[in-house]
């Protein structure tokens, strides 16, 4: 089981935040497409599951990839075991998906920046993220560990890499996108 070893942040100084990144790797420019799946009436996503259908496009290419997360096994960073699995036809597991009952719950789009660098020998990725619909800028650092024993040292990888951007324990927060586009769109 890999679990997502990730803690975000609400970014003050995006300029600054970006040049730290850049000193460490070259970035790569991407917008998500994401579609969140529910099923009406039994909690599912509500229970903090998450089933993503997602398309990220790039300069260079398109992915789908369709993710499930089960609910957080560390409430303080949200984090979460993940499973992810690229996709050749989104549209045919779109349909395998309302086949079983799930229905499509919340589609939105955001702007990544993403960087890709090894710190305290943990692969990281840590993305600078807009939404449209929520207002500044989200840095999200994650790495996996494949055990919950070793989500304690990834996380403290993490929080490293945070606070040498400048980023501090009070800009931390555990609210989800999906969370603050439904509100901002009064649903």
Same mark, same amino acid.
């Given at each position: 089981m890999s679990i997502e070893a990730e803690l975000k942040a609400r970014v003050g100084?995006? =300029? +600054? /935040?970006? $040049?730290?990144? $850049?000193?460490?790797?070259?970035?790569? =420019? &991407?917008?998500? @497409?994401?579609?969140?799946?529910d099923r009406a009436g039994d909690g599912f996503m509500s229970g903090g599951r998450e089933l993503r259908l997602r398309t990220i496009e790039t300069q260079d290419s398109v992915r789908h990839l369709l993710t499930f997360k089960a609910p &957080?096994?560390?409430? &303080?960073?949200g984090s979460k075991p993940e499973f992810e699995t690229e996709v050749a036809d989104p549209e045919a597991v779109a349909a395998i998906l309302e086949g079983l009952g799930y229905r499509p719950a919340l589609t939105f789009s955001k702007r990544c920046e993403n960087f890709e660098f %090894?710190? *305290?020998? @943990?692969?990281? #990725? $840590? +993305? #600078?993220?807009? /939404?449209?619909?929520? %207002?500044?800028?989200?840095? %999200?650092v994650e790495t996996v560990v494949e055990q919950e024993d070793g989500l304690s040292a990834a996380l403290d990888a993490v929080r490293g890499v945070l606070h040498e951007l400048g980023i501090n324990d009070d800009?931390? +927060?555990?609210?989800?996108? +999906? *969370? &603050?586009?439904k509100r901002s769109r009064g649903a």
């Amino acid at each position: 089981m890999s679990i997502e070893a990730e803690l975000k942040a609400r970014v003050g100084d995006p =300029q +600054t /935040v970006r $040049a730290g990144l $850049a000193s460490r790797a070259d970035v790569t =420019q &991407a917008v998500y @497409h994401d579609t969140y799946y529910d099923r009406a009436g039994d909690g599912f996503m509500s229970g903090g599951r998450e089933l993503r259908l997602r398309t990220i496009e790039t300069q260079d290419s398109v992915r789908h990839l369709l993710t499930f997360k089960a609910p &957080a096994v560390d409430e &303080a960073s949200g984090s979460k075991p993940e499973f992810e699995t690229e996709v050749a036809d989104p549209e045919a597991v779109a349909a395998i998906l309302e086949g079983l009952g799930y229905r499509p719950a919340l589609t939105f789009s955001k702007r990544c920046e993403n960087f890709e660098f %090894e710190h *305290d020998g @943990h692969p990281m #990725l $840590a +993305t #600078l993220v807009t /939404v449209p619909e929520i %207002e500044g800028t989200f840095l %999200e650092v994650e790495t996996v560990v494949e055990q919950e024993d070793g989500l304690s040292a990834a996380l403290d990888a993490v929080r490293g890499v945070l606070h040498e951007l400048g980023i501090n324990d009070d800009d931390l +927060t555990t609210e989800l996108y +999906t *969370d &603050a586009v439904k509100r901002s769109r009064g649903a």
